[in-house]
C-alpha cells in the first residue's frame, strides 16, 4: 500500500514537472520574436473582436426589440352601441386576465377631444351631429408576452369578446426589424466560422514557422529518445496561450467600444424615455470567448505539429 502511494506520488510530481517544463519552453518560444508573438496576439485579438462585436450588437438590438414588445399596447375598439353594463362586463374579463397587466377605457367622447387637440381640428369636428369614434379600452400586455407570435394571440383572443369590433397592435415595423435580426444571425453564423477558420490558419502559420526554426532542437530531441508527446507538448501550450490571449485582447477591444459608446448611447435613450442599456459581454459570453480561442489555438497547433514535425523527423 505503501509502495503504490509512493509510485502514484512520484507520477504526480513527475507529471508536474513535464507540465512546467512544456510551459517554460512555450514561453520560451515565445519570448524568442517579442515583435512577432505581439503582432500575433493582436492580429488574433482583432480577429475575435469582429465577430464578437457582430453578438454584442444583435444581443443590444434584440433587448430593444423585447423593451418594444413589453411597451407596446393593444387598442381594443368597441361596438358604437355598447351599454356601460357590457363595457363594464369586458373590462372584469380583462381584468382576469393574466397576460394582461392594465385597462384604460377611452369613451368616443374623450377619444373625440383628444383627437380634436392633437389634429387641431376644433371647428369642422365640432360641425359633426354624431360623434364617429367607438369607445376604445387600451391594453398594456404583461412582461410574459414578449414575441409577435404570443401578442398575435392574445389580439385574436381578444377579438372575440362581445362587442368587440377590432383589435389592433401596430407591430408590423416591429415584426420587419424581427425577420432582420433573423437574417444577420444566419450571416453571424457564416461570419463566426470564417473568422474561426481565420484563427485556426493564423496559429497555424504561427506554431509551423515555430517548427521550421526549432527543426535542429527537433531532431536532436527525437535522437535522444524524447517522445512525440514530449515534443508536441511546448507547440500546443504555446497555441494555448496564442488563442487564449488573443480572446483577452478581442475582450477588451469589445469592452473599450462599448465605454466609447455607452455615453451618446445613454443621451439617446433618455430623449425617447426609454430604460434600455447598452450591454456588453456578460460572464457566460466572456468564458465562451475564452474557451473559444483556446481551444482554436490548441486546434490550429496541433494540426501545425502533427503536419510538420513529422516531416522535420
Known sequence: MINENIKH?????????????????????????????????????????LPVGLYVFLNNVQMISTNLNRTSQISLYLNKNISQNDIQ??????????????????????GLKSFQGAAGFYNMLDELKDNPLPGVIVIQPAETIQTLDEATQLINRLKNLPNVIDAQLDMAW???LNAIIAFVHRIFDAIMVIFALAV????FHTIRSAVENHRDEIAVTKFLGGTSRF?????????LIYGIIGSIIAWFIIDVIILWLQNPINQLVKLYDSPFQLQGLNLHATLLLLISGALLGYLGSWYA?????????
Do not use: W
Open 231 to 239: 515534443i508536441y507538448r511546448p507547440f500546443l501550450y504555446s497555441g
Open 89 to 110: 362586463e369586458i373590462e372584469t374579463i380583462l381584468k382576469g386576465d393574466k397576460s394582461i397587466t392594465s385597462i384604460q377605457y377611452i369613451s368616443p367622447e374623450e
Open 174 to 176: 416591429l415584426q420587419r
Open 305 to 313: 505539429v502533427r503536419k510538420h514535425i513529422k516531416g522535420t523527423v
Open 200 to 203: 485556426l490558419l493564423i496559429v
Open 9 to 49: 506520488h512520484s507520477f504526480l510530481i513527475q507529471t508536474l514537472v513535464q507540465l512546467t517544463r512544456a510551459i517554460r519552453l512555450s514561453l520560451h518560444q515565445l519570448s524568442g520574436s517579442i515583435s512577432t508573438t505581439i503582432i500575433t496576439f493582436l492580429i488574433i485579438g482583432i480577429t475575435l473582436a
